[in-house]
């Protein structure tokens, strides 16, 4: 496991979010947004979003039809609009406007899950967190880095707890960053390049999958 991060290490040198943001606030709403849709897809819609609702206060003060129209092309555009009212009044109404700094408080908020609030954390704070999303999930299950690996849904907090104890928690967030890049260019769901996989001397799963 060790040197198989130390070669993703290598390989991805200088990790970071690949959502664009400026602030807490712009991560947390970013972040609630990417579910079901890339990265690349939010970063064209929350520009405009961030100018039209730079605090917590004017966001839960929006006409829902405006939110949906702009992030129109994320899709799910209704419920993820209601989404962001909803944590945006919170935010205000509960913590003056900010963005809390604990998993505890996270997770209070409205469509936060672990994973948010991981995101969160290791992001917008530079507090420890490992956020598991599906490239996470399935890379650690491929390389056989947790127990659960031949379970089809394997359970997030329980790979989160796993895979945390075997690092220290600074690595958390860059592991979690790592593990989704190589997902993303090259241990892909459907077809991974495992010719070109720099884990393949190792991986359990090599041309197997
Ligand atoms: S060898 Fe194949 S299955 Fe294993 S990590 Fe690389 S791409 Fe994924």
């Known amino acids: 496991m060790h040197d198989e991060y130390a070669i993703l290490c290598e390989r991805y040198p200088a990790p970071k979010c690949a959502?664009?943001?400026?602030?807490?606030?712009?991560?947390?709403?970013?972040?609630?947004?990417s579910a079901q849709t890339t990265d690349k897809r939010v970063n064209t819609v929350t520009p405009e979003l961030f100018a039209r609702y730079p605090e917590a206060a004017d966001l839960a003060a929006a006409n829902p039809e405006d939110v949906e129209e702009i992030i129109h092309p994320l899709g799910f555009y209704r419920s993820k609009s209601k989404h962001l009212l909803g944590l945006a009044a919170a935010l205000d109404e509960r913590f003056g406007g900010r963005v809390p700094r604990t998993m505890?408080?996270?997770?209070?908020?409205?469509g936060v899950g672990r994973?948010?609030?991981n995101v969160v954390l290791g992001n917008a704070f530079g507090v420890p967190g490992f956020p598991v999303d599906t490239h996470v999930m399935r890379v650690t299950g491929r390389l056989r880095w947790r127990s659960d690996w031949r379970i089809a849904k394997s359970d997030p907090v329980a790979v989160e707890k796993?895979?945390?104890?075997?690092?220290?928690?600074?690595?958390?967030?860059?592991?979690?960053?790592?593990?989704?890049?190589?997902?993303?260019?090259?241990?892909?769901?459907?077809?991974?390049?495992?010719?070109?996989?720099?884990?393949?001397?190792?991986?359990?799963?090599?041309?197997?999958v």
């Open 115 to 117: 994973k948010t609030a």
């Open 162 to 208: 796993e895979i945390c104890a075997c690092f220290p928690p600074e690595d958390w967030t860059d592991l979690s960053h790592r593990l989704i890049f190589h997902g993303r260019d090259v241990c892909h769901a459907r077809k991974p390049d495992c010719d070109n996989c720099p884990l393949r001397e190792t991986c359990p799963s090599f041309a197997i």
């Open 104 to 110: 505890d408080e996270l997770v209070t908020l409205p």
């Open 19 to 33: 959502l664009d943001f400026a602030n807490p606030l712009q991560l947390i709403i970013a972040t609630v947004l």
